[in-house]
């Protein structure tokens, strides 16, 4: 478990946030409104990103419909959030007015737990902070909620089985399973044909945008993939059955709505490359590159590794798995 532990704090470093800026894909501005057009057809200036989407579309529509239900004293939802990192996402949501009343955050790390507390405190919410591990959740026991949020933290599961009939639980029968999260290969694989593309790709592009940030600037001669060993030696929980995670998250749960979000050729394209793209001629070959990553999503030539969700309650789950 230390060695989750060092791998996670690292969010609490300003000197890691700088170097993830460089060496990460969403480290470049540019990116958050590829995202937002493969989810939305829209950027971020033009339909908001996917905290304003979830507000708009999911949030608000289910405190309207839980005051119907119950009442017009109905005046937050409560939520939780597994998972939860640093907070900052959290934080984010609260301060742009998502509808919540009463929020309980979970956390393995419990200074990454301690953090989220100081960060949500300016928040006049009824909250509370939990130490959580997702392969062993009963011992949190049932509150049941209104939202089980996740961002980018499902993925990490192992036993994924036992969770999915405990998350079943602890949502409301009129609640929502949201968030956003990666459901491509295990341990950041990448499927042959997807890696026969961004192999074609890489060849394609001038030395400056191929140099390995990481590895002091080096330009890579050809693309490659981190090892399944090399992920789990960065990370040990890093994507061990998320292949796993797709197939029985949406076999699980009804659907109410599902979203791709990319990165299927940018991630592994951009990693330790992604402060290359400086000038304004790297930043169209980035917007061309976007382009094609959108469009073959689009055209199903590719799926989607990263996807936001919105479930709801499940009637399917085999009893006895709890």
Known sequence: MDEHKTVWRQALSEDWLKWRA??????????????????????RAENGDWIDYSLRSHLRPLLDASRDQRGSTVY???????????????EDFLRRGWPISRIVCREFDVELLSHVRSRL????????????????????GFEKFDVAFFCHSMHHCT??????????????????????????????????????????????LPDRLRAN????????????????????SADPSEAPRSADLRALLFATFP???????????????????AGNFQTEEDKCILRLLSILERELIRGRLIVSDMLYFVLGKSNRLPPGLI
């Open 213 to 232: 940030i990481s590895a002091g600037g080096a330009v890579d001669a050809a693309f490659s993939v981190p090892t399944i060993a090399e992920c789990r």
């Open 255 to 273: 659907v109410i709505e599902l979203l791709p979000m990319g990165g299927t050729l940018l991630r592994p394209l951009l990693a330790h490359r």
């Open 159 to 204: 036993d994924i089985e036992r969770f999915l009939a405990y998350l079943n639980l602890v949502i409301k029968d009129d609640g929502i399973i949201l968030g956003l999260d990666y459901f491509g290969p295990p341990r950041l694989q990448i499927a042959f044909e997807t890696s026969k593309i961004i192999n074609d790709i890489f060849e394609a």
């Open 76 to 90: 937050g939802l409560s939520l939780v959030s597994f998972g939860c990192g640093p907070g900052n996402i959290e």
């Open 22 to 43: 460089l060496t990460d894909w969403m480290g470049i501005p540019q990116m958050h409104d590829h995202v937002n057009e493969v989810m939305t057809g829209g950027t």
């Open 121 to 140: 405190e300016r928040f006049n919410l009824d909250k509370e902070f939990q130490q959580f591990d997702f392969n062993d959740p009963e011992k949190n």
